[in-house]
């Protein structure tokens, strides 16, 4: 039987089976890991888009055969470790998302192996929680009378040679600074304009800011909110934003 490309159709997204005991199973992870990493290989339409993929990619390349089978599984979770959990793969790229029959989804499955991992506790499984929480960090960071404190420090030679040192953020890696006023908190509500339907789209918006925008950048909010008000288009903040650990 041949199988056509996908991604003519919506994708199915199958929830994860995170109650599951053999979610946690790691040959079984690893096992679905060999069976998509060797998909991607054949495929490598995603090179592009994060590090996961050029990173899957070199391994196999510089494996003793050049194939899937050739990679250390132990590798896997190079491939893992660069996954930020986008879901842009999954969402714009990839012909072979559910309901095609090859049923790869990328993403769960490297957050599949990221659970794996918090699970059996990683060595930098300390440093991991506290820069994946984003939410706390903001919100401690942007108290109106340490916010100057904090993003001094961040641009201190001394406290990012300990950074490098002990929770391994590279001395030169471009940190965002941290704003008081946060986008949440300032943000002008919409003026009550008609909601017109387009076509294709509701005529209205839910705004989810992301802790970026509202700790780091929350001028990108308000530049959005000033574009929707030109347009007449009402919106509301999203009540429930969660932070969903994003560093
Ligand atoms: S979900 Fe992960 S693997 Fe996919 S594009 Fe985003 S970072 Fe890359
Ligand atoms: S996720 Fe899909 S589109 Fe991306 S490299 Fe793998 S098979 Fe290709």
Known sequence: MTVR????????????????????DEAAALAEMERVFDICHGCRRCVSL??????????VDESSTGEVDGVDKADYWKVVDQCYLCDVCYLT????????PWNLDFPHLMLRGKAIQFKQGTPTRFR???LASTDRNGKLAGIPVVVKAVNALSRNDTVRGLLDEHLGV?????????????????LTPSKPHVIRDGQRTPGKVAIFST????????GIGHDLVKV????????????????????
């Not at 994060?50 to 391994?59: E, G, K």
């Not at 802790?211 to 929350?218: G, I």
């Not at 929707?228 to 560093?247: R, S, T, W, Y």
């Open 50 to 59: 994060c590090n996961s993929f050029p990173t899957l990619f070199d391994l």
């Open 93 to 100: 790229k990839c012909p072979y998302v559910p309901p095609h």
């Open 5 to 24: 490309e996908g991604s003519l159709e919506a994708p199915t997204r199958h929830p994860l089976d995170w109650l599951n005991p053999q979610f946690y």
């Open 211 to 218: 802790c970026y925008v509202n700790y780091n950048e929350p």
């Open 128 to 130: 991991d929680v506290q």
């Open 228 to 247: 929707l008000d030109h347009n007449e288009i009402p919106f509301v903040i999203a009540e429930k934003e969660a932070c969903c650990g994003m560093p």
């Open 170 to 186: 590279h001395k030169d890696a471009w940190l965002p600074s941290f704003s008081a006023d946060t986008f949440r908190k300032n």
